[in-house]
DNA sequence: CTAAATGCAAATCATTTGCAAAGAG
DNA sequence: CTCTTTGCAAATGATTTGCATTTAG
C-alpha cells in the first residue's frame, strides 16, 4: 500500500495497521458505510475502538484521502476522495449516474472563481425522471 | 399568511402561532439557519421551546414546505423548499452563499434534457476558499 | 526512547421523546 | 370539549475527548 505509506510520511502520520484496515474496507466497499459499519466491519477480526475508527475517518479526511459524504440521515459516510464530478439521481428508480461533463465542470469553477474563491470541490446532483 | 393556512388544512395541521414564526424566520432569512439558530431568532421576542422548534422544523419538512440542507458540520439546515439553485460554501468559515445563476442553472438543466431526463430539482454545492 | 496512536469510558452536541399542561377548532 | 401542540426535562445516538497504556519510528 504505496499510496498510504507515501501518505502517512507526507502527512507525519505512523503507518499504522489499523489506518490500513479502514482505508481497505473503504477501498473495498461497493456501499458508502458510515463510522459505525466501517468499525463492525473492521472489528472483524481485528482489535479496533469505535475511536480509533472516528479518529483514522478523521485524520484521512483531513489529508485529503476520504470525503465525507453527508446524508441527511444522522450519519457522515465516508468515500474516497476522488474527482468532484455531477450526479443525476433518477428520482423514481433511485439510479444514480455519474456524469462525465466538462462544459459543467468548467462553469462551475468559472463561477466560483469570478466569486473570488478558489474552488477546493463541488458536488453537483440532479434530479430528474423520465418523461 | 394565506399558504401557511392553506397547507395546515391541507395537511390536518393546526395554524399555531409557532409555525408563523418559523416559517416567517426562514422566509426572510437570507441564510440557512440550522434548528438551533432559528430558536434563538423565534426566542427573540416570543415564548417558544427548541423542541418546538424541531418539531415544526419536521412537520414543515415533511410537509414538503421545507428542505434540508445537509452540511458536514454536524447540523441540519433548512431552507423554503422548491428554490433550486447553487451554493458555495466557504470551507474556512462556513459562510454559505445562495447563489443566483441563471447561466449555471440553465446548462444544468440542459444537461438533464440531453440525458433523456427531465429535471425536477438539482443541488450545486461548491466548496472554496478565499486565497 | 519519544511522540503519536489506541482503548475505554466519560463527555458533548444535535435531535427526539414522554408526559402533563395549554391551546386550536 | 377533544385532539393537537407545547414546554421541559430526560433519553438517544452520533461523534469527540481525557487519560493511562501501547507502539511506530
Partial sequence: M???EDLCLRKGLRLTE???IVLEILDSA???PCAREIHRRAADGHR???ATV???LNSLTAAGVLTRL???DGRTRYERAGASHPHLI???TGEILALDEDELARLIEDTATSLGFRLVGYRLRMFGVKP
Same sequence: chains 1, 2.
Avoid: A, F, N, Q
Wanted: charged share 35%; glycine share 4%; net charge negative.
Fill in 2 to 4: 504505496t499510496e498510504l
Fill in 18 to 20: 489499523h489506518r490500513r
Fill in 30 to 32: 461497493t456501499d458508502h
Fill in 48 to 50: 479496533i475502538g469505535l
Fill in 54 to 56: 472516528y479518529r483514522t
Fill in 70 to 72: 453527508t446524508l441527511s
Fill in 90 to 92: 433518477d428520482v423514481d
